[in-house]
């Protein structure tokens, strides 16, 4: 089985931190890579009393797809991988557990924290946390320090930790490792 990356991307520049970690691992590892784009439902969007056009699920849907395919394009362009594009409507949580567990079979989401916490994270909820305690597959975390913006090289790691807990599963994350393949 091809293994799959879902990146949900959220149009901001902290969404975009984990582009390059995204992409080192679809090199290392030959992946296909889905940008995923959830639009949240207007009553979801805490904008009780503002009117909003008549067709702003439209316009959405255009700047979405139009955001996901300049994204993709230069992704192609600049690593050479495989990637497609994904525009989905509802809960940002529950569509991004939904797709990677239910009809794609993604092996890895890989995804920014935006660092909310207190008030925020109570009022607003965590995409991530929600994420995070609801896959059923593996998913890379990142949390973005200092100013925000995608790195314009290749990454590179100090140190990873890979946990183990004895049972023969946890060490096919070693996998990579020890063919010498590089991220």
Do not use: C
Not at 39 to 64: C, H, K, Q, R, Y
Not at 148 to 161: D, E, N, Q
């Amino acid at each position: 089985m091809q293994t799959h990356i879902a990146v949900p991307l959220d149009g901001s520049s902290l969404a975009e931190t984990i582009l390059p970690h995204a992409t080192a691992l679809a090199r290392a590892t030959s992946a296909r890579v889905t940008l995923l784009r959830v639009i949240p439902p207007v009553t979801s969007l805490g904008l009780m009393g503002v009117e909003l056009p008549e067709n702003w699920f439209d316009e959405e849907m255009a700047w979405s797809r139009n955001y996901l395919a300049q994204v993709a394009r230069q992704l192609t362009d600049e690593r050479g991988i495989q990637v497609q594009t994904e525009v989905l409507e509802g809960d940002p949580a529950t569509e991004i557990v939904t797709y990677a567990q239910k009809k794609h079979n993604v092996t890895l989401v890989a995804m920014t924290t935006h660092g909310l916490s207190g008030g925020h994270r109570w009022l607003l909820g965590s995409v991530a946390i929600k994420v995070l305690h609801a896959v059923q597959t593996s998913l890379l975390l990142f949390h973005p320090h200092g100013k925000v913006h995608r790195p314009a090289g290749p990454v590179s790691y100090k140190t990873i930790l890979v946990p183990l807990d004895g049972t023969p599963v946890s060490y096919t994350h070693l996998r990579a490792h020890e063919t010498g393949r590089n991220l």
